[in-house]
Protein backbone atom coordinates (compact mmCIF):
# COMPACT_ATOMS: atom_id res chain seq x y z
CA UNK A 1 0.00 0.00 0.00
CA UNK A 2 2.75 2.49 0.93
CA UNK A 3 4.28 1.94 -2.68
CA UNK A 4 0.32 3.18 -4.24
CA UNK A 5 0.38 6.00 -1.69
CA UNK A 6 3.74 7.30 -2.34
CA UNK A 7 3.30 6.92 -6.21
CA UNK A 8 0.13 9.29 -5.78
CA UNK A 9 1.74 11.72 -4.12
CA UNK A 10 4.67 11.73 -6.24
CA UNK A 11 2.18 12.20 -9.36
CA UNK A 12 0.77 14.91 -7.58
CA UNK A 13 4.08 17.19 -6.62
CA UNK A 14 5.01 16.23 -10.12
CA UNK A 15 2.23 18.05 -11.56
CA UNK A 16 1.97 20.97 -9.06
CA UNK A 17 5.88 21.18 -9.99
CA UNK A 18 4.86 21.35 -13.66
CA UNK A 19 2.48 23.90 -13.19
CA UNK A 20 -0.12 24.79 -10.81
CA UNK A 21 -2.45 26.51 -12.75
CA UNK A 22 -2.69 23.87 -15.65
CA UNK A 23 -3.48 20.92 -12.93
CA UNK A 24 -7.37 20.45 -12.65
CA UNK A 25 -9.30 18.39 -9.95
CA UNK A 26 -10.50 16.10 -12.18
CA UNK A 27 -7.19 15.77 -14.06
CA UNK A 28 -6.01 14.44 -10.14
CA UNK A 29 -9.49 12.40 -9.57
CA UNK A 30 -8.70 10.45 -13.02
CA UNK A 31 -4.69 9.76 -12.00
CA UNK A 32 -5.91 8.87 -8.50
CA UNK A 33 -8.19 6.02 -10.33
CA UNK A 34 -5.83 5.31 -12.28
CA UNK A 35 -3.59 4.34 -9.46
CA UNK A 36 -6.42 3.06 -7.71
CA UNK A 37 -6.70 0.39 -10.19
CA UNK A 38 -3.14 -0.50 -10.92
CA UNK A 39 -2.97 -1.43 -7.50
CA UNK A 40 -6.15 -3.39 -7.63
CA UNK A 41 -4.55 -5.42 -10.65
CA UNK A 42 -1.14 -5.61 -8.25
CA UNK A 43 -3.32 -7.44 -5.59
CA UNK A 44 -4.95 -9.47 -8.08
CA UNK A 45 -1.90 -10.75 -9.54
CA UNK A 46 -0.23 -11.30 -6.27
CA UNK A 47 -3.31 -13.60 -4.90
CA UNK A 48 -3.51 -15.19 -8.43
CA UNK A 49 0.50 -16.27 -7.71
CA UNK A 50 0.06 -17.03 -4.32
CA UNK A 51 -2.75 -19.37 -5.77
CA UNK A 52 -0.55 -20.82 -8.37
CA UNK A 53 2.02 -21.21 -5.85
CA UNK A 54 0.13 -23.37 -3.81
CA UNK A 55 -0.99 -25.67 -6.13
CA UNK A 56 2.52 -26.13 -7.82
CA UNK A 57 4.12 -26.87 -3.69
CA UNK A 58 0.96 -29.68 -3.81
CA UNK A 59 2.37 -30.85 -6.95
CA UNK A 60 5.52 -31.19 -5.92
CA UNK A 61 4.74 -32.50 -2.72
CA UNK A 62 3.17 -35.54 -4.62
CA UNK A 63 5.78 -35.90 -7.51
CA UNK A 64 8.15 -36.19 -4.54
CA UNK A 65 5.87 -38.68 -2.68
CA UNK A 66 6.17 -40.53 -6.33
CA UNK A 67 10.02 -39.98 -6.02
CA UNK A 68 10.24 -42.16 -2.93
CA UNK A 69 8.03 -44.84 -4.06
CA UNK A 70 9.66 -45.32 -7.32
CA UNK A 71 13.38 -45.34 -5.26
CA UNK A 72 12.32 -47.93 -2.77
CA UNK A 73 10.88 -50.30 -6.03
CA UNK A 74 14.18 -49.61 -7.83
CA UNK A 75 16.43 -50.79 -4.02
CA UNK A 76 13.69 -53.86 -4.12
CA UNK A 77 14.25 -54.78 -7.68
CA UNK A 78 18.49 -54.10 -7.17
CA UNK A 79 18.18 -55.95 -3.93
CA UNK A 80 16.45 -59.26 -5.91
CA UNK A 81 18.55 -58.72 -9.02
CA UNK A 82 21.38 -59.40 -6.42
CA UNK A 83 19.68 -62.16 -5.16
CA UNK A 84 19.09 -63.78 -8.36
CA UNK A 85 22.87 -63.13 -8.82
CA UNK A 86 24.18 -64.97 -6.64
CA UNK A 87 21.24 -68.21 -6.60
CA UNK A 88 22.54 -68.26 -10.59
CA UNK A 89 26.11 -68.27 -9.90
CA UNK A 90 25.56 -71.14 -6.85
CA UNK A 91 23.53 -73.11 -9.96
CA UNK A 92 25.98 -72.85 -12.55
CA UNK A 93 29.04 -73.85 -10.71
CA UNK A 94 27.46 -76.76 -9.60
CA UNK A 95 26.07 -77.84 -12.98
CA UNK A 96 29.44 -77.34 -14.18
CA UNK A 97 30.80 -79.15 -11.25
CA UNK A 98 28.19 -81.61 -12.10
CA UNK A 99 29.47 -81.87 -15.89
CA UNK A 100 33.00 -82.60 -14.54
CA UNK A 101 32.01 -85.01 -12.31
CA UNK A 102 30.17 -86.77 -15.06
CA UNK A 103 33.43 -86.79 -17.34
CA UNK A 104 35.34 -87.99 -14.92
CA UNK A 105 32.95 -91.23 -14.57
CA UNK A 106 31.35 -92.64 -18.11
CA UNK A 107 29.34 -95.08 -16.40
CA UNK A 108 27.55 -92.85 -14.35
CA UNK A 109 27.03 -90.72 -17.29
CA UNK A 110 25.41 -93.32 -19.19
CA UNK A 111 23.39 -93.67 -16.39
CA UNK A 112 22.28 -90.06 -16.22
CA UNK A 113 21.59 -90.48 -20.13
CA UNK A 114 19.16 -93.83 -19.84
CA UNK A 115 17.63 -91.54 -16.41
CA UNK A 116 16.39 -88.36 -18.81
CA UNK A 117 15.49 -90.57 -21.31
CA UNK A 118 12.98 -92.43 -19.05
CA UNK A 119 11.49 -89.61 -16.63
CA UNK A 120 11.98 -86.48 -18.27
CA UNK A 121 12.61 -83.60 -15.56
CA UNK A 122 9.95 -81.33 -16.64
CA UNK A 123 6.84 -84.28 -16.83
CA UNK A 124 3.92 -83.57 -14.98
CA UNK A 125 4.15 -86.54 -13.43
CA UNK A 126 7.33 -86.51 -11.95
CA UNK A 127 6.96 -85.71 -8.70
CA UNK A 128 9.62 -83.35 -7.42
CA UNK A 129 11.52 -84.88 -4.13
CA UNK A 130 11.55 -81.55 -1.38
CA UNK A 131 14.31 -79.03 -1.87
CA UNK A 132 17.75 -79.44 0.25
CA UNK A 133 18.37 -76.45 2.27
CA UNK A 134 21.74 -75.85 1.24
CA UNK A 135 20.19 -75.11 -2.45
CA UNK A 136 18.91 -71.98 -3.57
CA UNK A 137 14.99 -71.50 -2.81
CA UNK A 138 15.16 -74.74 0.04
CA UNK A 139 13.40 -75.01 2.69
CA UNK A 140 15.42 -72.65 5.22
CA UNK A 141 15.72 -69.72 3.10
Same mark, same amino acid.
Given at each position: !?? /???????? +????????? &????? #?????? !???????? +?? &?? %???? @? $????????????? @? $?? $??QLKEQT???????? %? &? @?? *??????FLRTHY?? =????? %??? /?????? =???????? #? #??? /? $? *??? #?????? =? /??????
Amino acid at each position: !MR /PVYFTVVL +LMACATSLG &ADDVK #PDDLRR !MYNDTLSQ +LR &AA %QDRK @A $ELATENARLTARV @A $EL $EKQLKEQTTQCDDARR %Q &A @AA *LARSTYFLRTHYAA =WVQFL %QFY /PVIQLQ =WDLFLDRV #P #PLS /P $E *LEM #PPLDSR =W /PGGNDE
